[in-house]
C-alpha cells in the first residue's frame, strides 16, 4: 500500500526512455518503467542519468528507488 513519504524500492524493466536537454545542457531522461503489477514513470535528473545512462535502455532490467 502506499504511504506517502515512505521510500520505495523495486525491480522493472525500462519500456520506454526519452531523453531531453535540461537548462545548464545535461542530458536527463524521462522513463517509463514496467513491473509485474503496474506501470509507472520517473524522471533522472542530470547528475544520475550521467552517471547510469548505460544502464538506461529500452528493454534494461533495473532496480528504481524514489
Known amino acids: 500500500s502506499y504511504v506517502k513519504g515512505r521510500k520505495v524500492k523495486t525491480a522493472a524493466m525500462v519500456s520506454v526512455l526519452k531523453t531531453h536537454m535540461d537548462r545548464k545542457g545535461r542530458f536527463?531522461?524521462?522513463?517509463?518503467?514496467?513491473?509485474?503489477?503496474?506501470?509507472?514513470?520517473?524522471?533522472?535528473?542530470?547528475?544520475t542519468y550521467e552517471k547510469y545512462a548505460d544502464y538506461l535502455k529500452q528493454g534494461a532490467n533495473v532496480f528504481v528507488s524514489g
Open 28 to 47: 536527463m531522461a524521462f522513463v517509463t518503467f514496467e513491473d509485474r503489477f503496474t506501470t509507472f514513470e520517473g524522471i533522472v535528473f542530470a547528475s
